[in-house]
């Protein structure tokens, strides 16, 4: 109700259209070789929605967001039954169970927390975009194709390593 609360209700909305936007980049554009992967699509998905929700309509929603991340994946991720970002699919079938906290909040938090550590300036004024210049190489050495992770981790590699560390 926008009577109630119209800058969550605006956010909220934005929210889930920010998370279908970067499915343009992030699903589309590049494409995951396989399902073992799934959490590339849905994490960068997550990630981005927070990202253009606050951009877009001024509704900080970051620390909660990132709490609700790290509670429902690190909830999920103290059972026997856990599993990596990553996982071995041999059973198309089976891939609906992979849409699950890992690959979307575990998947988004592990992507913050690279670009938080690449994008990393202490006491500098000036605005580091190592992450996001990362990003946009994966996404045009990938676009109209298919990449995994091990395609992503390379691409950020190499924007990571050209930093100087004192």
């Given amino acids: 109700n926008?009577?109630?609360?119209?800058?969550?209700?605006?956010?909220?909305?934005?929210?889930?259209?920010?998370?279908?936007?970067?499915?343009?980049?992030?699903?589309n554009l590049v494409t995951m070789e396989w399902w073992n992967d799934i959490w590339l699509n849905e994490g960068f998905a997550t990630?981005?929605?927070?990202?253009?929700?606050?951009?877009?309509?001024?509704?900080?929603?970051?620390?909660?967001?990132?709490?609700?991340?790290?509670?429902?994946?690190?909830?999920?991720?103290s059972y026997l039954s856990s599993r990596p970002a990553s996982v071995i699919v041999t059973d198309p079938g089976n891939v609906h169970h992979l849409f699950d906290a890992i690959a979307y909040n575990k998947g988004a938090s592990l992507l913050r927390q690279m670009n938080m550590v690449m994008d990393d300036k202490e006491g500098d004024n000036e605005k580091d975009t190592s992450f996001q210049d990362g990003v946009?190489?994966?996404?045009?050495?990938?676009?109209?194709?298919?990449?995994?992770?091990?395609?992503?981790y390379g691409t950020l590699d190499k924007f990571f390593t050209s930093k100087s560390i004192p």
């Fill in 136 to 152: 946009k190489e994966y996404l045009v050495e990938n676009k109209y194709s298919n990449a995994d992770q091990s395609q992503l």
């Fill in 2 to 27: 926008p009577e109630n609360d119209p800058t969550r209700s605006k956010g909220q909305v934005n929210l889930v259209v920010s998370h279908e936007l970067a499915h343009m980049w992030f699903g």
């Fill in 47 to 77: 990630y981005v929605q927070s990202l253009g929700t606050e951009n877009s309509t001024g509704y900080v929603n970051d620390p909660f967001l990132m709490n609700e991340w790290r509670v429902t994946s690190m909830s999920q991720d």
